[in-house]
């Protein structure tokens, strides 16, 4: 079994930035990618982006330019850095870790409120 928890969610004006941290537990082996996905009220949960273990990244379209994920393999953790948000990023963040096999694990989720 593997925890992931996440942190760094809160409300932010628009224009602003957060830093979202995972930090993975347990039985952390043959990780092939970590990443972020969001679900906003009422919408299905979407990518926001992902990176894999050699450190090749994937972003939607919506938050490229304004957010960077990356890693400490180390710590086993991944981070979500997102400048200039808007309402529309609205949303809870759950962590995700795909293993080589192809089995994925969650987090419990963070909240992440954009608003003036």
């Known amino acids: 079994q593997v925890q992931l928890v996440e942190s760094g969610g809160g409300l932010v004006q628009p224009g602003g930035s957060l830093r979202l941290s995972c930090v993975a537990s347990g039985s952390v082996f043959s990780i092939y990618a970590m990443g972020w996905y969001r679900q906003a009220p009422g919408k299905q949960r979407e990518l926001v982006a992902t990176?894999?273990?050699?450190?090749?990244?994937n972003y939607a379209d919506s938050v490229k330019g304004r957010f960077t994920i990356s890693t400490d393999n180390a710590k086993n953790t991944v981070y979500l850095q997102m400048n200039s948000l808007k309402p529309e990023d609205t949303a809870v963040y759950y962590c995700?870790?795909?293993?080589?096999?192809?089995?994925?694990?969650w987090g419990q989720g963070t909240q992440v409120t954009v608003s003036s």
């Open positions: 990176v894999t273990r050699a450190g090749m990244t």
């Open positions: 995700n870790l795909e293993r080589l096999s192809g089995i994925t694990s």
